[in-house]
């Protein structure tokens, strides 16, 4: 049982800021080894915008570079995508994911959450 619930979009100028969160439930079945941000604006691909690993590595898509900035909790329940000198080409669904394992089996297991509109006014 992997559940993500993403919050925090809205409504925001362009040079704006927003924080997203995304709460997590894993279970003792699965082990974490990666949680990312994707957006998908209408009629694109959902596309990575960050990374973070379980060892709190993260990476960024060089659109977003310098902007945005993926953390966790200490607990690593909830993560964060903080979004600063946010453009128009921003504005999307923002969707939280998580990467891992079974435990059992050792298969690779992934899930999404439902997403938060993230809006850009210029």
């Known amino acids: 049982q992997v559940q993500l619930v993403e919050s925090g979009g809205g409504l925001v100028q362009a040079g704006g800021s927003l924080r997203l969160s995304c709460a997590a439930s894993?279970?003792?079945?699965?082990?974490?080894?990666?949680m990312s941000w994707y957006r998908q604006a209408p009629g694109k691909q959902r596309e990575l915008v960050a990374r973070?690993?379980?060892?709190?590595?993260?990476n960024y898509a060089d659109s977003v570079k310098g902007r945005f900035t993926i953390s966790t909790d200490n607990a690593k329940s909830t993560v964060f995508l903080q979004m600063n000198s946010l453009k128009p080409e921003d504005a999307a669904v923002y969707y939280c994911?998580?990467?891992?394992?079974?435990?059992?089996?050792?298969?690779?297991?992934?899930?999404w959450g439902q997403g938060t509109q993230v809006t850009v006014s210029s």
């Open positions: 973070i690993t379980s060892g709190g590595n993260p």
């Open positions: 894993f279970g003792s079945s699965f082990t974490v080894d990666d």
């Open positions: 994911k998580a990467d891992g394992r079974l435990r059992s089996t050792g298969s690779y297991y992934y899930s």
